[in-house]
């Protein structure tokens, strides 16, 4: 909903911008959805619809405060026969549950960050769109970056045979990571990485809404719960995150490392299944 303080701040910098010369605004590459057409908070679980476009006008746009006021007191046509304004689209947008897709699209051939630059492929992520359970690691790896898809390498073969061991089919979770392009030499991302790239992890979530994110390994637990503390002493725990549930482990990359710490995923992918084994709420 837009107040009118709010009404008020938008004409203010409209004006400002049309003082400098900016007639128009064209500010999202993609047409925005009907807020009709929105599925309900909580619900993007049922099938998703084709959404209609709207295309956004100059005209829907107010052009200063004299006539936004004017605009807001005159009677406004129906939602389905008219274009939504800037803001409405926006406010609309951030409203709703978007699709992974609709995320995808919106990421495009990025070029947010630095790594950028060497990679190959956007690795942007893989398995079911609505999963009960997404797993979070830290970046891909040469051959993710090879083949355009998370876990694929050794540390994927070992995910997937733990996955097996507890009974959980690769195909019905979601893998992503913190990143989306190969830090160069396998590095750690770096800080300006995550913050580039790291909104558009949680908008993956987002579209998911999954029961139960796992975190791989230390930086995806501090970018998905803000944890710092080292990865051993965070793991096999559950935490809160909003709706849903976290669960911090050891990155497979590191079981590779230490071939005897394989017990640690074991004893918290079977942590996951016994939770995924618990009924939902009606609520969820
Ligand atoms: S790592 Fe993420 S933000 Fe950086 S270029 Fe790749 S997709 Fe874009």
Request: charged letters at 30%; glycine letters at 8%.
């Amino acid at each position: 909903m837009i107040t009118d303080g709010l009404k008020d701040e938008i004409a203010a910098w409209l004006e400002f911008y049309h003082d400098l010369g900016i007639e128009e605004f064209c500010p999202y590459p993609r047409a925005v959805t009907e807020q009709a057409d929105f599925q309900p908070s909580g619900s993007n679980r049922s099938v998703e619809r084709e959404a209609e476009t709207v295309p956004m006008t100059e005209a829907s746009l107010p052009r200063s405060s004299a006539s936004s006021e004017q605009a807001a007191a005159a009677p406004r046509p129906p939602a389905a026969a008219r274009s939504l304004s800037l803001f409405e689209a926006e406010a609309a947008r951030r409203d709703r549950c978007e699709t992974l897709n609709e995320v995808r699209e919106d990421l495009g051939d990025c070029h947010r960050c630095k790594l950028a630059a060497g990679r190959k492929h956007i690795v942007f992520g893989q398995g079911d769109p609505r999963a009960e359970l997404v797993f979070v690691g830290e970046g891909p790896g040469a051959d993710e970056d090879e083949q355009g898809l998370p876990f694929v390498g050794r540390a994927g073969q070992l995910l997937n045979r733990v996955l097996h061991e507890v009974g959980i089919r690769r195909e019905d979770v979601y893998i992503c990571n913190v990143v989306k392009c190969r830090p160069p030499g396998n590095r750690t991302p770096e800080r300006d990485e995550v913050e580039a790239c790291s909104p558009f992890l949680f908008r993956q979530i987002e579209a998911i809404q999954p029961r139960l994110v796992c975190c791989l390994g230390a930086p995806a637990v501090k970018t998905v719960l803000g944890l710092k503390e080292g990865i051993l002493k965070l793991r096999g725990r559950f935490y809160d995150f909003g709706a849903a549930k976290a669960l911090a482990t050891v990155h497979p990359a590191y079981v590779l490392r230490n071939p005897r710490e394989e017990r640690i995923l074991r004893e918290d992918f079977a942590k996951i299944k016994a939770f995924l084994r618990q009924p939902t709420s009606p609520a969820s």
